[in-house]
């Protein structure tokens, strides 16, 4: 399984911001497709997690009511777009593949490189 996140930049606060993850070599063992952020000096952490045995989307408290996952399974692609951004959104964002318990704790069966998010105040 690869993972490729895209998408990340500069944004001042409020502003918003559209990352792509694109996924390739998945087969029906995996369990949700989501998201993670690290933020410089802090440990990883989960953002949100799409369940591919339902379809349900959990995000994780600080993004609730901001940003929106998607995904389109024919381009191979999931998303996430940002809305409102903060300062303390900066991190490195990556996307990975296992279940969404855990996922949204920061951990996945398979990972790819992050993008990085800027937000100035």
């Known amino acids: 399984v690869q993972l490729q996140a895209s998408g990340g930049g500069l944004v001042q606060t409020g502003g918003s911001l559209a990352l792509s993850c694109e996924i390739t070599?998945?087969?029906?063992?995996?369990?949700?497709v989501g998201w993670f952020r690290q933020a410089l000096g802090k440990s990883r952490e989960g953002v949100s997690c799409i369940s591919e045995r339902d379809g349900s989307i959990s995000y994780r408290d600080p993004v609730k009511g901001r940003f929106t996952v998607s995904r389109d399974n024919a381009k191979n692609t999931m998303y996430l777009q940002m809305n409102d951004l903060k300062p303390e959104d900066t991190a490195v964002y990556s996307c990975g593949v296992g279940p969404c318990s855990l996922i949204l704790l920061g951990v996945a069966e398979y990972w790819g490189r992050g993008t990085l998010v800027t937000v100035s105040s």
């Open positions: 070599g998945l087969t029906s063992d995996y369990y949700g």
